[in-house]
């Protein structure tokens, strides 16, 4: 396996366990979870509200939007950067010396980036549908569509354009 | 016919202030290379096209008869780095970088890197920048060494080592070279230290191959070459 064409199990299976390993050597680990999780959790109080009502009002629909792209980006800055020595380090300058190839570590990341927004926009897109179903007694295709854009396809298309996640 | 463990086959490549002309030779299993030259000759470029992926050279480098071009990520499995470009968790304590990186290798032992380090009188639970810069090569060499590369490649490491352990360095690398059908590559200024450490010298001056040969003869004709 080169390691450039396709996913690489045994490379994404290492770093897989290097990760589970990053509270020995991410100091920030903990911090990142938290303020990931501060800024996702008003974002996602938004999404999973039926888009009816706050249809037309595209104002906060932007805000949350920008703090829902922040908070994932926040949330996966352990896949990045970590501090050391009052530096910021890409994590991929530790491991470019050993026997994993770049292209992989960038799947990987993109991996969590898409396991992140799926989870995302399963419970905005599950919500939406249920408490539009229950306290509107109603139900559009944009209960769905409008998670998917707003948590799926956002961050994955601003994830495309940088360099950290794309070969 | 035995394969060379490392061969470069007409490298030319773009370094910071200089080109890399056409370089060859080829580094036999159970020898130990020296490349010497001045400040800026392009030892460090060399190494850096056979660590870097993607690194922008035309030529072959190759591995135990692989171009590192075709699979780097596996190469790497062979080779074992010593030098101050390389990074560790600074905040983190040796045995903890060892535990954290030495997965990404196949076959890398904790025990044997444990046992290394004890020998050599580096305390495995030392914070990494706590560590001399003899500390961190002696700490480099056994987190190679742990992973049983057939090429080590030795970046300027005799400047941070004391004179009894550099005897004891030459040593313990001709031991292994010997048990484990390696080679070592090493770049140094010191040319005495070349001329009795290692088996074959090479010079670079401006990014050419100037000599190539046995150490003695070389120091010989760059000794002639100064008077």
């Known amino acids: 396996?080169?390691?450039?064409?396709?996913?690489?199990?045994g490379q994404q299976a290492v770093l897989e366990r290097f990760f589970k390993e990053e509270k020995i050597w991410y100091p920030d680990y903990w911090y990142l979870c938290f303020a990931g999780g501060l800024m996702l959790a008003p974002a996602m109080f938004l999404f999973i509200m039926p888009f009816q009502i706050w249809e037309g009002d595209y104002t906060s629909v932007l805000v949350v939007l920008v703090l829902e792209l922040a908070g994932v980006e926040v949330y996966l800055g352990r896949y990045v950067s970590f501090r050391a020595e009052?530096?910021?380090?890409?994590?991929?300058?530790?491991?470019?010396?050993l026997p994993l190839?770049?292209?992989?570590?960038?799947?990987?990341?993109?991996?969590?980036?898409?396991r992140l927004c799926l989870k995302l926009t399963g419970t905005a897109a599950i919500c939406q549908t249920a408490f539009a179903g229950v306290f509107m007694h109603t139900f559009s295709i944009g209960n769905i569509l409008m998670p998917v854009l707003l948590c799926f396809l956002a961050p994955m298309v601003?994830?495309?354009?940088?360099?950290?996640?794309m070969c | 016919m035995t394969v060379p463990v490392l061969s470069f086959e007409h490298v030319t490549g773009k370094g910071r202030k200089f080109h890399l002309e056409d370089i060859s030779f080829e580094v036999m299993p159970g020898f130990i290379y020296g490349l010497t030259?001045?400040?800026?000759?392009?030892?460090t470029t060399l190494f850096q096209y056979i660590m870097k992926e993607n690194a922008g050279y035309k030529g072959c480098i190759c591995v135990?008869?692989?171009?590192?071009?075709?699979?780097?990520?596996?190469?790497?499995?062979?080779?074992?780095?010593?030098?101050?470009?390389?990074?560790?968790?600074?905040?983190?304590?040796?045995?903890q970088n060892a535990k954290v990186l030495g997965a990404f290798y196949d076959g890398f032992s904790m025990e044997k890197f444990e046992t290394v380090m004890e020998e050599w009188k580096v305390p495995p639970g030392k914070v990494y920048r706590k560590m001399s810069r003899g500390e961190k090569y002696k700490f480099q060499l056994a987190f190679a060494i742990a992973h049983d590369p057939?090429?080590?490649l030795l970046d300027e490491v005799m400047a941070g080592m004391d004179p009894?352990?550099?005897?004891e360095f030459f040593d313990r690398m001709r031991q292994l070279i010997k048990d484990e059908k390696a080679s070592v590559l090493m770049t140094s200024h010191i040319l005495s230290e070349m001329e009795t450490g290692t088996d074959y010298t090479g010079v670079l001056e401006n990014g050419r191959l100037t000599v190539f040969g046995e150490s003695p003869e070389v120091a010989d004709k760059l000794e002639r070459k100064i008077i």
């Open chain 2, 164 to 167: 009894v352990f550099r005897r």
């Open chain 1, 86 to 97: 009052g530096k910021i380090k890409d994590v991929y300058e530790v491991l470019r010396f």
């Open chain 2, 64 to 95: 135990d008869g692989e171009d590192i071009k075709d699979n780097h990520a596996a190469v790497m499995n062979k080779v074992g780095l010593v030098s101050s470009d390389n990074s560790f968790f600074e905040s983190c304590t040796c045995r």
């Open chain 1, 101 to 114: 190839s770049r292209c992989q570590f960038k799947r990987y990341r993109i991996g969590k980036l898409f």
């Open chain 2, 150 to 152: 057939c090429l080590y």
């Open chain 1, 1 to 9: 396996m080169d390691g450039k064409g396709f996913l690489d199990k």
């Open chain 2, 37 to 43: 030259g001045k400040n800026g000759a392009g030892k």
């Open chain 1, 158 to 165: 601003i994830a495309c354009c940088q360099r950290n996640y």
